[in-house]
């Protein structure tokens, strides 16, 4: 199917979804202010080190499996204030001298086994200058370059030259990955990520007219949404990234742990999706057979601590993200 053909039935499918009742009055809002004064304290984090890294394996685009070193970057936190985000919890107040976030790529890198591919994630935006230092931009440039990949993550509103600049000083290919996090314009809103639809698809119009990949963040059941218009409106946002040209997706389950999603909770606007809901939305992406999509399995084994035969059903999950395809056991 061509993408005008894909476009046209998921209009036509969103059109349907938007009809129904429940998330078209207006959503509650709330400022940068009330979303920072429910925060608990930041973790204690070192500016010398990375909060974490760790190497994982990936389904490539080729369908091979591929070992990516992933550093978790300590630096200054994202600028942005959205309503889902608990990335905060590791970053810092203050800018980094130049120097720190390259030794902490160096720290990361001398203790992980080789590997094909690396991720850079600063939790928050690469291209953002108050988070890495544009002077340490050349050294990171050389210290990824034995890489094939090097994938970051970074707003749409930040995606500029400098994304480019950095494609050229690097060997691999470069990566960028946007979170879309909902195409229902609403919820969207409601989330305070500061973007449209129309940002977000310009952004991809962006990076892939210059030969950058891009991957998109999707969010599974955001505050707002019961348990199916969450699958429901994943799906579609999955198959909305696609067809805009992004290369692949990954699916992540909300949850809470922020401050203020455990306030929504509490008013029964937000509950995380059930571990049914991430093994029925993961089986239908794979089933669109439009890209490669992923679901962030991290921490379900203590969000679903009481499921049923969990370990069989992670397990499960696991091989659907490396083999791309729907397993039955
Ligand atoms: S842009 Fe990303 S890192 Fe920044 S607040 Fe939003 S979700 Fe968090």
């Known amino acids: 199917m061509n993408i005008v053909k894909r476009f046209y039935r998921f209009t036509n499918r969103e059109t349907r979804l938007k009809t129904q009742p429940g998330m078209d009055h207006i959503l509650p809002s709330f400022t940068n202010q009330q979303i920072q004064a429910a925060r608990s304290a930041k973790n204690q984090v070192s500016p010398e080190m990375p909060y974490a890294f760790l190497n994982e394996t990936e389904c490539d685009s080729d369908g091979a499996l591929t070992e990516i070193s992933t550093i978790f970057l300590t630096n200054r936190e994202c600028p942005f204030r959205c309503l889902m985000c608990d990335l905060w919890q590791n970053t810092l107040d203050e800018t980094l001298?130049?120097?720190?976030?390259?030794?902490?790529?160096?720290?990361?890198?001398?203790?992980?086994?080789?590997?094909?591919?690396?991720?850079?994630?600063?939790?928050?935006?690469?291209?953002?200058?108050?988070?890495?230092?544009?002077?340490?931009?050349?050294?990171?440039?050389?210290?990824?370059?034995?890489?094939?990949?090097v994938i970051v993550e970074n707003h749409p509103l930040l995606c500029n030259q400098d994304c480019l600049d950095f494609q050229q000083m690097i060997s691999g290919q470069l990566e960028i990955a946007l979170g879309l996090e909902i195409i229902h314009e609403n919820v969207l809103q409601a989330l305070n990520k500061q973007m449209t639809l129309e940002d977000f698809s310009k952004a991809v119009e962006f990076l892939a007219n210059h030969s950058i990949q891009i991957r998109a963040f999707i969010l599974l059941k955001p505050p707002f949404m019961n348990e199916q218009e969450g699958i429901e409106w994943a799906i579609r946002?999955?198959?909305?990234?696609?067809?805009?040209?992004?290369?692949?997706?990954?699916?992540?389950?909300?949850?809470?742990?922020?401050?203020?999603?455990?306030?929504?909770?509490?008013?029964?606007?937000?509950?995380?999706?059930?571990?049914?809901?991430?093994?029925?939305?993961?089986?239908?992406?794979?089933?669109?057979?439009?890209?490669?999509?992923?679901?962030?399995?991290?921490?379900?084994?203590?969000?679903?601590?009481?499921?049923?035969?969990?370990?069989?059903?992670?397990?499960?999950?696991?091989?659907?993200?490396?083999?791309?395809?729907?397993?039955?056991?």
């Open 97 to 149: 001298t130049p120097g720190m976030i390259t030794h902490q790529i160096d720290y990361a890198l001398k203790q992980l086994p080789p590997a094909q591919q690396v991720k850079l994630y600063n939790s928050g935006n690469f291209f953002d200058r108050k988070a890495i230092p544009e002077k340490d931009i050349p050294r990171i440039a050389s210290q990824v370059q034995n890489f094939e990949r």
């Open 237 to 329: 946002s999955v198959e909305y990234a696609f067809s805009l040209g992004v290369n692949c997706c990954s699916l992540i389950p909300t949850r809470s742990g922020n401050g203020i999603l455990e306030q929504l909770e509490q008013t029964g606007q937000f509950s995380h999706p059930l571990l049914s809901s991430v093994e029925e939305t993961l089986e239908a992406c794979l089933n669109l057979k439009q890209g490669r999509v992923f679901m962030d399995l991290w921490d379900l084994d203590r969000l679903y601590q009481n499921e049923i035969n969990l370990h069989d059903r992670l397990e499960r999950l696991q091989q659907m993200n490396l083999l791309q395809k729907v397993s039955t056991a």
